[in-house]
């Protein structure tokens, strides 16, 4: 067995495992900025790292979940998987243009450090247009691709119960060598090895449960109509000129908002249209259904995505950061507070340098 399979099996047998090093790797990424020279560089290269890698896995496992007819998750995947991933499945140009969106996204800091290292401002500053033209045209395809509000993350989340391993593959895999049949019959599980201990009655069962929760243990296990309704119609399709008006203002905005501000001679100008253009773009959205789980969430991260404006423009240079300061000079003595106090100082040359770190 070659490498490249053998390294594939490996990540298969051990989901769990390597969804823990992948969590705690992007934790130290949080913290590195600040500890020595080129800590930041260190820090988004780690974390590019890890993001691409997680993309390769996700990949690799949804590949071996569907040649696995067997397999049947013990958690039903999230809508947003579902959704998502039936559009990967259907359509390829929606798949290689999420991937090429999302590996951009998670390298365009990198970029940027190395374009703040290499040339000069005036270039780096073209660099971040030119990405940020990459990321609307492909937003734009994936809006026209699916007729229906863009979500944050294209790609399908890696819904994988680290409890319920996939089972063996018998089927032939690009990567993945088919695994040997059983030989031995399956052990005994430990529940069934003693029989004679009986078990302890469920608490529903006891006197003491109400019957508040024994009717939310059984809507917990009750389906609802977004569990039986296809996966591509869990979000409908943009019917009026406003629907896609909405969006592609949506779109067009982290785009506007670059070009202003490396180019109006107006500071508070790129700010106010982009706030404007956000506020425009909530004001002619539709108003999802009460099924429209998916929608619903996508909208709640958008009206939320506002308060990053406090860390932007002339609303940080002015008011935020001058608060965060004067907070972190009175708690510098303090010893937890302080601890925190130094790890956000560390953080705002960085929002003070480089674009990537706040941007829309």
Do not use: C
Request: no cysteine; glycine share 2%.
């Amino acid at each position: 067995m070659s490498s490249a399979p053998r390294y594939d099996a490996f990540v298969l047998h051990n989901v769990s495992t390597i969804s823990n090093l992948e969590s705690s790797l992007r934790w130290v990424t949080w913290f590195l900025p600040g500890r020595f020279k080129d800590a930041e560089l260190a820090s988004e290269a780690l974390s590019t790292l890890v993001h691409v890698v997680s993309m390769y896995h996700d990949t690799l496992i949804a590949k071996i979940i569907q040649s696995n007819p067997k397999y049947r998750p013990l958690v039903p995947p999230s809508l947003h998987t579902r959704f998502t991933r039936a559009w990967s499945d259907r359509s390829d140009p929606y798949r290689w243009t999420a991937r090429a969106l999302e590996l951009i996204r998670y390298t365009e800091l990198v970029i940027e450090i190395g374009l703040r290292r290499k040339v000069s401002d005036a270039n780096r500053r073209r660099g971040i247009i030119l990405l940020e033209v990459i990321k609307a045209v492909f937003r734009l395809l994936l809006l026209r691709i699916t007729r229906r509000p863009l979500l944050a993350h294209p790609l399908p989340e890696r819904d994988l119960d680290a409890t319920n391993p996939l089972p063996p593959s018998t089927s032939t895999s690009p990567t993945l060598a088919p695994s040997s049949p059983r030989v031995s019959p399956p052990a005994t599980p430990d529940h069934l090895k003693n029989n004679r201990i009986p078990l302890p009655p469920h608490s529903l069962l006891s006197s003491a449960s109400s019957e508040a929760s024994v009717e939310d243990y059984l809507l917990s296990k009750s389906l609802t109509s977004t569990s039986v309704r296809p996966s591509l119609s869990l979000m409908k399709t943009l019917s009026s000129p406003q629907d896609w008006a909405a969006e592609v203002i949506h779109i067009l905005r982290p785009l506007t908002y670059a070009s202003l501000l490396f180019y109006s001679r107006h500071p508070g100008r790129p700010l106010v249209i982009s706030i404007l253009m956000q506020l425009l773009s909530r004001t002619l959205r539709r108003t999802p259904p009460t099924s429209g789980a998916i929608e619903r969430a996508e909208y709640a991260r958008r009206d939320g995505d506002i308060f990053w404006y406090l860390l932007r423009g002339s609303i940080w240079e002015s008011y935020t950061r001058p608060k965060v300061e004067a907070v972190i000079d009175r708690t510098a003595q303090t010893p937890i507070l302080g601890l925190v106090g130094a790890f956000a100082k560390d953080w705002i040359p960085l929002i003070d340098e480089y674009y990537y770190y706040t941007a829309p």
